[in-house]
């Protein structure tokens, strides 16, 4: 089975600091995504990458930026944290054969 | 724009009842049409998916959905729920871009 795997559950950080997700696939999925899980909003796009070092902007991109070096890794950055970012960001990444996303177990954030 | 739309937030059902969650998209053609599942503190699980023919979808865990263009409709179903299946359900749609689109989640609830 595919795995994407996120490094972080749970994250504490404090407001000002700069943040970084990461997200890890197995599968040599072309593309991979950033959402964020807030409650009563469902799951919003952040940022999208379809192939290395490329990336487009989703929903909601503003206060975040990605990094994709590596075919397998897709980092989300928060290059200032702030307390409306504190929520649940969840990584997922599907090949273009496929029709389905595999998604990890996700990262809490809280920023304070 | 292109929008999914889950009507009911929060739905509570009894152990053994039916249940039927609803979900209706706005998309200029019939996109592929995905429902996941997320239990407390996972990531999101995919229980079924249509992307054309037969209109009734079976997935895992005893799920189904029903696709209904005139409606603009794919309502998941299970004939009898288990304590189990307590999570939240995300309806999604992916038109001819990668990206998926998520409803709003409903939160389903089993009464004992």
């Known amino acids: 089975d595919v795995k994407v795997t996120q490094s972080s559950r749970y994250l504490v950080k404090r407001t000002g600091e700069k943040v970084f997700l990461e997200c890890v696939q197995d599968m040599d999925h072309e593309n991979m995504f950033w959402y964020r899980q807030d409650p009563g909003l469902g799951l919003r796009l952040i940022y999208f990458s379809y192939d290395v070092k490329m990336k487009e902007k989703g929903d909601i991109p503003e206060g975040y930026s990605v990094s994709r070096e590596k075919k397998e890794r897709f980092s989300l950055i928060l290059e200032s944290a702030s307390t409306n970012q504190t929520s649940m960001y969840l990584c997922a990444s599907t090949s273009d054969r496929a029709y389905g996303y595999t998604f990890g177990s996700g990262t809490r954030l809280t920023v304070v | 724009a292109q929008s999914v739309t889950q009507p009911d937030i929060h739905i509570t059902v009894s152990e053994g009842a039916s249940l039927e969650l609803r979900c209706n998209y706005s998309?200029?053609?019939?996109?592929?049409l995905f429902w996941y599942v997320q239990s407390p503190g996972q990531g999101l699980q995919l229980l079924l998916k249509y992307f054309s023919g037969d209109t009734l979808v079976q997935g895992i865990k005893g799920f189904e959905a029903e696709f209904k263009r005139s409606q603009s409709s794919f309502n998941l179903r299970k004939p009898s729920v288990h304590w189990s299946d307590a999570a939240e359900y995300f309806c999604?749609?992916?038109?001819?871009?990668?990206?998926?689109?998520f409803g709003q989640g409903t939160r389903l609830t089993i009464n004992p």
């Open positions: 999604a749609a992916k038109g001819g871009a990668q990206k998926l689109v």
């Open positions: 998309y200029g053609a019939t996109p592929y």
